[in-house]
């Protein structure tokens, strides 16, 4: 079985910042492309970012390009998110996802496994 767990959310004021964490169980880690979504209320569940499975390329949605950066720790089965320069339109609940493939992708319907979500909230 195989287990996502996000931790790392909270409140945060505009401008600053938050590191989520995912840690991953049950599988051997470097066999997963990892990905970071979001769920803003109301909406549909978006794309944040995405990193292969040996850590040599990543990807970004444009909303978050130069802000977010994902990493990946291949000994601690964890991947990360560190969220720079906060925005209010930040607000979502983040979830880490895992891809079995050789290849990242931005499609949640790409993915094998979820975790929880972790709530990250942006006051203005």
């Known amino acids: 079985q195989v287990q996502l767990v996000e931790s790392g959310g909270g409140l945060v004021q505009a401008g600053g910042s938050l590191r989520l964490s995912c840690s991953v169980s049950g599988r051997i880690f470097s066999v997963y492309v990892m990905g970071w979504f979001r769920r803003a209320p109301g909406k549909e569940r978006d794309f944040v970012a995405a990193?292969?499975?040996?850590?040599?390329?990543?990807y970004y949605a444009d909303s978050v390009k130069g802000r977010f950066t994902i990493s990946r720790d291949n000994g601690k089965n964890t991947v990360y998110l560190q969220m720079n320069s906060l925005k209010p339109e930040d607000t979502a609940v983040y979830y880490c996802a895992a891809r079995i493939a050789t290849w990242a992708s931005r499609e949640s319907a790409e993915y094998n496994y979820w975790g929880q979500g972790t709530q990250v909230t942006v006051s203005s």
């Open positions: 990193i292969s499975r040996a850590d040599d390329f990543t």
